[in-house]
Every structure is written in structure tokens, then in C-alpha cells.
């Protein structure tokens, strides 16, 4: 066996991603690299969902209100290229055992950073009018204050400010233990527990009125599916 692709879903401390690995065999060595394709999203450690409770109550025939992130102003979404290896610590690749391995990976991180839109109920003249709007300073209250909320009918759909995302440039590394379990020497399902650590080149601004940071360091577990050929 020489090759191996696997993919799978990983729940980090501060988000969550979605990940492909395209894997490279040495049995005789007992070492694998591999290259990498992830993409995630971040979350700060301040966001929490907030409903508008008072909504229906005011606005009777409008829409339920969803939840949104209350002093939220973007999201923050990662895709990351890395190269990798792994070093065998225990186990054999045979039938029903279990290989516990070292994994290290590293390498490129773009960062996605999108403007996060409210669904409002803004008042014009005697009326109010349903519009989409990204934080800027002429409409903060909306975003900052709670005193505004009765206006608010949730966070917008995730299509919104698309078309307005920047580019945040950095480097990420990643390091963990692998247990794979393995079906039969041709596919396997494994389990990994790690940490791993990310830098921009900037502060990435995620929410108003608290901290931001240009780096993050989170712990994670993942689940994956894989197939391995000669």
C-alpha cells in the first residue's frame, strides 16, 4: 500500500471544519505524509445567540424572528493548504488492531472575512421597511445597542456580504495523535485529538466592543473516513 485519501468532519474548540487528506504510504519506514485541504469556520469566544423575545408581540403579522449574534460585525472563515506527516507510535497495519500515530501539519491559511448582516425592521416616515444591513457607524445601535432589539428580526442568510468577502492572509500548524481503526488494510475510520495554532498578518475583527485578535490557538477532535491502495 502507497497511497491514501481520507475525509472527514472536526470539531475545533473555536469553530469547525471540513477536511480532505491525500496521503502518501511508507510501509517500511513507517511514516506517511500527506497534503491537506481544510476549510472552517471561526468563532470568537464572546458570540452567543440572542433572540428578540419581544418581536411578535410588537410586529403580530410580521415574521418569527430567528437568532442572531448580538455586537457580531463578520464572519470569519478559513481555507487552508497544508503538508504533513505522521510516525507510527503503536500498532500494525493489519485487520482489527488499532495504529496510534504523531501527525504535524502546517502550511497556508486564507482567511475569508465577510460582513455580517442583520435582517431589520428600519422605520421610514409612518411605516417600517424590511432591509439587510452590515455594521457601519451610521447604524451601530443596531448592532450594539439591546435598547434597539424590538427592530431586529435576526441574523441574515449566510449568501449575504458574499460578494463584499476580504482576503486575510496566514500560517497555521497543527499537531495531534491519530488512532486509526482499522476495518481492513484497504479502509479505515480514525479519530484524532490535537491542538493547533493560526497567525494573520492583521487583527481579525469578528466583534465590536471586545477584544480581536490576529492569532488563534484552539484543541480539536475530528472523525474521518479513509481508503488506502497500492
Known amino acids: 500500500l502507497t497511497q491514501e485519501m481520507s475525509g472527514g468532519f472536526?470539531?475545533?474548540?473555536?469553530?469547525?471544519?471540513?477536511?480532505?487528506?491525500?496521503?502518501?504510504?511508507?510501509?517500511?519506514?513507517?511514516?506517511?505524509?500527506?497534503?491537506?485541504?481544510?476549510?472552517?469556520?471561526?468563532?470568537?469566544?464572546?458570540?452567543?445567540?440572542t433572540q428578540n423575545e419581544t418581536f411578535?408581540?410588537?410586529?403580530?403579522?410580521?415574521?418569527?424572528?430567528?437568532?442572531?449574534?448580538?455586537?457580531?460585525v463578520n464572519n470569519f472563515y478559513q481555507f487552508k493548504i497544508g503538508y504533513g506527516g505522521s510516525k507510527e507510535l503503536t500498532g500494525k497495519l493489519d485487520k482489527k488492531s488499532v495504529m496510534i500515530r504523531w501527525v504535524y501539519n502546517g502550511g497556508l491559511s486564507i482567511g475569508l472575512l465577510k460582513p455580517y448582516y442583520l435582517d431589520l425592521l428600519?422605520?421610514?416616515?409612518?411605516?417600517?421597511?424590511?432591509?439587510?444591513?452590515?455594521?457601519?457607524?451610521?447604524?451601530?445601535?443596531?448592532?450594539?445597542?439591546?435598547?434597539?432589539?424590538?427592530?431586529?428580526?435576526g441574523g441574515s442568510s449566510f449568501t449575504k456580504g458574499i460578494g463584499e468577502i476580504s482576503i486575510k492572509p496566514g500560517l497555521h500548524l497543527k499537531s495531534g495523535f491519530n488512532f486509526d481503526y482499522l476495518a481492513s488494510r484497504k479502509s479505515f475510520l480514525s479519530v484524532e485529538i490535537g491542538a493547533s495554532a493560526e497567525l494573520y498578518t492583521k487583527e481579525i475583527e469578528i466583534m465590536k466592543n471586545t477584544k480581536n485578535s490576529a492569532y488563534f490557538v484552539n484543541f480539536y477532535a475530528d472523525i474521518r473516513f479513509g481508503r488506502r491502495w497500492e
Do not use: A, C
Open 56 to 72: 411578535s408581540l410588537l410586529y403580530p403579522n410580521e415574521l418569527k424572528p430567528v437568532p442572531y449574534k448580538y455586537g457580531k
Open 122 to 153: 428600519v422605520p421610514e416616515g409612518n411605516t417600517y421597511v424590511r432591509k439587510y444591513e452590515k455594521y457601519s457607524d451610521t447604524n451601530k445601535e443596531y448592532f450594539l445597542d439591546l435598547k434597539n432589539q424590538g427592530t431586529i428580526l
Open 10 to 49: 472536526r470539531l475545533n474548540s473555536d469553530g469547525w471544519s471540513f477536511f480532505v487528506n491525500r496521503g502518501f504510504l511508507n510501509e517500511e519506514e513507517h511514516k506517511n505524509t500527506f497534503i491537506s485541504f481544510d476549510f472552517s469556520e471561526k468563532k470568537h469566544p464572546k458570540e452567543t445567540h
